[in-house]
C-alpha cells in the first residue's frame, strides 16, 4: 500500500512539473469558407498568405451517420453535418433543421394561410418565455434528438454555452441563404444548448442580388467587413460566414461545367477579399481563424482532394503547422478539434466532444510540408483497392487450403498457403518508404507471399517461429522509423481516423505474432518461457503508452493473451490465476490512462481525455464509450470484409484442428487458446477490433496446422468414393 502512495505522488509531481501555460488571446475570429482546399487556397491572394504567415493544417472531413428518429425524418445534408461536426465537437449527421434560425419576429412560413412567429413557437415548445436572443431555432429539439440518437456524445451548443459562462460576448455575422431556405449553419458556433443565439447579424442586408453568382445572391464584401470590424470591438468570439462558396456548394449541380469554373473563381475570389479586408482590420492581439466545414459530396472528385483546409494567424507568430492531441501529427488535425481548439485559445479550460487541443508546430517551410500531406491522402487513397484485394486474396488463400486438404489429401506443406497472408501485409510496412504505385505495391506484396510460401513449401520443416521473429523485427524497425502512421493500410486522413501509434490493423498482425512466439511449444524449459512471456508483456505495453499513440484496446486484448500465458504455465490453478491476471492488467490500464491524465491537455492522448471525462461526468462518460465502441463494431462487422476473413480463419482453423488424425498435445494446445483468447479479446475491446482480430487470426490458423505437424488427412473424395 505504502509503494502505491509513493508511486502516485511521483506521477502527479512529474506531471505538474511537465504543465505549462497555455496562451490566450484576447479574441478569436472564425471565418467559414465552405470547400476550401489547399489547391484552392494557394489562389486566393490573401488566404494565401495566411498559408505562408501562419499555421495551417488539412482537416479529416468524417461526419456522422444519419441515425433513425421515432417520430421525425431526417436527412442529412453533407454540409450541414460539416458545420454541425465541427461546431458540437463531435461527428454527427445533421438535416436542415440545424440550420433554420430565424429572428423572434420573423414568420416561420411567410408564404402560408398561419403565419406563426418564430419566438412565440419557441416558446411554446420550451415551454418559457423568450428573453435575449437575437436569433433562435424553432425546432431545434429534433436537432437535439438527432444528436443523441447518434453513438457519439454531441454536446450540442456546449461552444456557446462556455463562452457565455466565461463571460465572453459571441457573435455571428452573415449567412448562405438561398431563395428557397436559410442556411444559417453558422449560428451553431455562438447557439446555446436551448437554441438561443444572443447576439447575430444574419439579415437579408448583408447579400445583394447578382445573377453572375449561385441562385442570383452574392455576399455584401462592405457590409459583412464593416459589421464585422464593429463586431471585433466589442465581441471576443466573431464567425463571419462568408456566404456564397456554401451556396456554390449547393448550386453547382445546376451549372454546365464550361461556367463551373468560371463561377468557382468568383466565389472564392469574393471570399478572398472578405478575408483581406477582415485581416486590415485584425485587432493584434486577435486571433484570424480560416476553417472549412467541408463540401457536398461529388462522386468525380478524390475524397483526398476534398480535405477541407484549417488556417490559423496572429501577429507576430512563427510560420508552422496546426496539429492536435486527436491527430498528433504536424498538418493534420479533425474537423472535431475546432470548437475546443476555439475554447482553449480564448482560455476557456476543458475540451467539447471528443476534440482535442489544437496547437501550432514550428517547422520549416510549411506550405511545402502541407503539400506532401495533400499528396500522401492521395497515395493512401489509391493504395486502399490493394489493401481490399489483400483480404479477399487472403480469403482465397484459405479457401485454397481447406479444398487441397479435405478434398484430395494433400499433404501437410499446403500451410505455406496460410503464412503468405502475414508476410504480404507485413510487405506493405516495408513498401511504404519508397511509396510505390498501386500495382508496383500489389506485386511486392504478391512477390513476398510467394517467396515465404516457395521456401517453406521446398523445406517445410522449418519453424514458423523464425517467420514470425522476422515480422516482430520488421514491426520494430517500422515503429522506430515512424511508417505505420503513413503505412498503406493506416490511418486515412479523410477517414478521419485519429491517431494510434500503431494501427488496428498492424497491432491485430503483430500482437497475434508475439502470442505466437511467447506461446511457442519449442520453448520447454520453464525459465524461458517466463522470459518470453516477460518479453511479450513488454512488447504488448509499449503500444498503449501514451507517447507510442496510446492504443490502449490493443495493448488490453495482447495483455489478455499474456494472461492465458501465464495461466498456462500454471495449468493445475488456471480458473483462478486468468481472471486475477486480467484484473492487473485492466488496473495497469486504468494507471496508465490516469498518468496520461495528469499531462497537461495538449500532450494528452485519447486515453487520458476519456479519464479525465469518466472523472468529470461519471459512469454515464464511461458508457458512451462503451456504446461508441460497440455500435462501431458492429458497423464494420456487416459491413467490412475483415470481419468475413475472421470467420474464416475461425472455420479454418477449427475445422483442421477437427480433421486432424493427431491429437495434441497439452503443451502446444496452450498456444492455440492463447491465440484465441487474444483474437476474442482484441474483437471485443476495440472500436473497430475486426480489423485487429482478423489480422491475428492469421496466426491463429498458422497454429492449426502447426499443431499437426505429421498429421494424414484422408481425402474427402476418396472416401466418397468409397462410399458409393
Known amino acids: 500500500?505504502?509503494?502505491?502512495?509513493?508511486?502516485?505522488?511521483?506521477?502527479?509531481?512529474?506531471?505538474?512539473?511537465?504543465?505549462?501555460?497555455?496562451?490566450?488571446?484576447?479574441?478569436?475570429?472564425?471565418?467559414?469558407?465552405?470547400?476550401?482546399?489547399?489547391?484552392?487556397?494557394?489562389?486566393?491572394?490573401?488566404?494565401?498568405?495566411?498559408?505562408?504567415?501562419?499555421?495551417?493544417?488539412?482537416?479529416?472531413?468524417?461526419?456522422?451517420?444519419?441515425?433513425?428518429?421515432?417520430?421525425?425524418?431526417?436527412?442529412?445534408?453533407?454540409?450541414?453535418?460539416?458545420?454541425?461536426?465541427?461546431?458540437?465537437?463531435?461527428?454527427?449527421?445533421?438535416?436542415p433543421e440545424a440550420s433554420f434560425f430565424l429572428a423572434p419576429d420573423q414568420p416561420i412560413d411567410p408564404s402560408g394561410a398561419r403565419v406563426e412567429l418564430a419566438g412565440r413557437v419557441w416558446s411554446a415548445l420550451r415551454g418559457q418565455p423568450l428573453t435575449d436572443a437575437q436569433l433562435v431555432a424553432p425546432f431545434f429539439e429534433i436537432g437535439l434528438r438527432q444528436g443523441r440518437a447518434t453513438p457519439y456524445d454531441v454536446p450540442i451548443g456546449e461552444l456557446g454555452k462556455r463562452l457565455s459562462s466565461a463571460r465572453l460576448n459571441c457573435e455571428v455575422i452573415g449567412n448562405a441563404d438561398t431563395p428557397e431556405s436559410l442556411q444559417r449553419e453558422a449560428a451553431?458556433?455562438?447557439?446555446?444548448?436551448?437554441?438561443?443565439?444572443?447576439?447575430?447579424?444574419?439579415?437579408?442586408?448583408?447579400?445583394?442580388?447578382?445573377?453572375l453568382f449561385p441562385f442570383g445572391v452574392r455576399a455584401s464584401e462592405n457590409a459583412l467587413v464593416r459589421r464585422a470590424s464593429e463586431a471585433m470591438k466589442r465581441s471576443s468570439f466573431v464567425v463571419v460566414e462568408t456566404g456564397d462558396t456554401a451556396r456554390f456548394q449547393r448550386y453547382q449541380d445546376n451549372v454546365v461545367p464550361a461556367a463551373r469554373q468560371q463561377m468557382q473563381d468568383r466565389v472564392f475570389a469574393q471570399a478572398d477579399r472578405i478575408v483581406e479586408g477582415i485581416l486590415q482590420n485584425l485587432p493584434r492581439d486577435y486571433r484570424l481563424l480560416v476553417a472549412s466545414p467541408g463540401q457536398t459530396v461529388d462522386p468525380e472528385t478524390l475524397a483526398s482532394e476534398r480535405l477541407p483546409l484549417l488556417i490559423s494567424f496572429r501577429a507576430g507568430?512563427?510560420?508552422?503547422?496546426?496539429?492536435?492531441?486527436?491527430?498528433?501529427?504536424?498538418?493534420?488535425?479533425?474537423?472535431?478539434?475546432?470548437?475546443?481548439?476555439?475554447?482553449?485559445?480564448?482560455?476557456?479550460?476543458?475540451?467539447?466532444?471528443?476534440?482535442?487541443?489544437?496547437?501550432?508546430?514550428?517547422?520549416?517551410?510549411?506550405?511545402?510540408?502541407?503539400?506532401?500531406i495533400q499528396v500522401f491522402a492521395r497515395y493512401q487513397e489509391s493504395a486502399q483497392p490493394v489493401v481490399y484485394g489483400f483480404v479477399y486474396g487472403s480469403l482465397a488463400c484459405l479457401i485454397a487450403l481447406v479444398a487441397m486438404v479435405f478434398l484430395v489429401g494433400a499433404p501437410i506443406q499446403t500451410r505455406a498457403l496460410v503464412l503468405a497472408p502475414p508476410v504480404s501485409f507485413a510487405s506493405f510496412l516495408l513498401a511504404t518508404s519508397w511509396r510505390p504505385d498501386p500495382l508496383a505495391l500489389a506485386a511486392v506484396a504478391l512477390a513476398a507471399g510467394a517467396v515465404v510460401a516457395l521456401l517453406f513449401t521446398v523445406k517445410w520443416q522449418w519453424p514458423t517461429e523464425a517467420l514470425a521473429a522476422g515480422i516482430l523485427v520488421l514491426g520494430t524497425v517500422?515503429?522506430?522509423?515512424?511508417?505505420?502512421?503513413?503505412?498503406a493500410a493506416s490511418y486515412q486522413i479523410q477517414g478521419g481516423a485519429r491517431y494510434y501509434g500503431i494501427g488496428n490493423e498492424y497491432a491485430g498482425l503483430f500482437i497475434g505474432a508475439v502470442i505466437f512466439l511467447g506461446s511457442s511449444p519449442s520453448i520447454r524449459r520453464f525459465w524461458l518461457r517466463v522470459a518470453a512471456l516477460a518479453a511479450a508483456v513488454c512488447a504488448v505495453f509499449l503500444i498503449g503508452l501514451p507517447r507510442g499513440g496510446a492504443n490502449?484496446?490493443?495493448?488490453?486484448?495482447?495483455?489478455?493473451?499474456?494472461?492465458?500465458?501465464?495461466?498456462?504455465?500454471?495449468?493445475?490453478?488456471?480458473?483462478?490465476?486468468?481472471?486475477?491476471?486480467?484484473?492487473?492488467?485492466?488496473?495497469?490500464?486504468?494507471?496508465?490512462?490516469?498518468?496520461?491524465?495528469?499531462?497537461?491537455?495538449?500532450?494528452?492522448?485519447?486515453?487520458g481525455r476519456a479519464m479525465t471525462e469518466i472523472v468529470r461526468s461519471g459512469p454515464v462518460a464511461a458508457l458512451n464509450i462503451v456504446q461508441r465502441k460497440a455500435e462501431l463494431n458492429f458497423l464494420l462487422v456487416r459491413n467490412s470484409p475483415w470481419a468475413l476473413l475472421l470467420l474464416a480463419e475461425f472455420a479454418v482453423a477449427f475445422f483442421?484442428?477437427?480433421?486432424?488424425?493427431?491429437?495434441?498435445?497439452?503443451?502446444t494446445h496452450n498456444r492455440t487458446v492463447?491465440?484465441?483468447?487474444?483474437?476474442?479479446?482484441?474483437?471485443?475491446?476495440?472500436?473497430?477490433?475486426?480489423l485487429s482480430a482478423a489480422a491475428a487470426g492469421m496466426w491463429l490458423v498458422i497454429d492449426a496446422l502447426e499443431r499437426s505437424p505429421r498429421a494424414k488427412f484422408a481425402p474427402i473424395l476418396s472416401q466418397i468414393a468409397k462410399a458409393s
Open 188 to 211: 451553431l458556433f455562438t447557439a446555446l444548448p436551448d437554441g438561443r443565439v444572443l447576439h447575430a447579424a444574419m439579415d437579408s442586408e448583408l447579400t445583394l442580388r447578382d445573377p
Open 674 to 690: 492463447a491465440l484465441a483468447v487474444t483474437v476474442v479479446a482484441l474483437l471485443a475491446l476495440n472500436d473497430s477490433g475486426v
Open 478 to 487: 517500422a515503429f522506430v522509423a515512424g511508417w505505420f502512421p503513413i503505412a
Open 552 to 607: 490502449a484496446g490493443d495493448m488490453l486484448g495482447g495483455l489478455i493473451g499474456c494472461c492465458a500465458i501465464a495461466a498456462s504455465l500454471f495449468h493445475k490453478n488456471s480458473r483462478k490465476i486468468f481472471p486475477v491476471l486480467v484484473t492487473g492488467a485492466v488496473l495497469l490500464l486504468l494507471l496508465l490512462a490516469g498518468r496520461d491524465a495528469m499531462r497537461p491537455p495538449e500532450m494528452q492522448s485519447h486515453l
Open 1 to 95: 500500500m505504502r509503494l502505491c502512495s509513493i508511486l502516485l505522488a511521483l506521477l502527479c509531481l512529474s506531471a505538474s512539473a511537465a504543465r505549462v501555460e497555455a496562451g490566450k488571446d484576447r479574441g478569436v475570429v472564425l471565418v467559414l469558407i465552405a470547400g476550401l482546399t489547399l489547391p484552392q487556397a494557394e489562389q486566393m491572394p490573401a488566404v494565401h498568405r495566411l498559408l505562408r504567415e501562419g499555421a495551417s493544417a488539412v482537416m479529416s472531413p468524417r461526419v456522422g451517420r444519419a441515425a433513425p428518429l421515432p417520430f421525425a425524418r431526417v436527412t442529412p445534408d453533407p454540409l450541414t453535418s460539416g458545420y454541425f461536426t465541427m461546431a458540437c465537437g463531435s461527428r454527427v449527421a445533421a438535416g
Open 656 to 667: 483442421l484442428s477437427r480433421r486432424s488424425r493427431y491429437l495434441a498435445r497439452v503443451r
Open 317 to 372: 507568430q512563427r510560420p508552422g503547422l496546426l496539429s492536435s492531441s486527436s491527430t498528433r501529427r504536424a498538418g493534420v488535425v479533425a474537423n472535431t478539434d475546432v470548437a475546443t481548439g476555439i475554447l482553449n485559445w480564448l482560455g476557456v479550460p476543458g475540451s467539447i466532444g471528443s476534440g482535442g487541443e489544437i496547437h501550432a508546430v514550428a517547422v520549416t517551410q510549411p506550405l511545402q510540408r502541407l503539400r506532401e
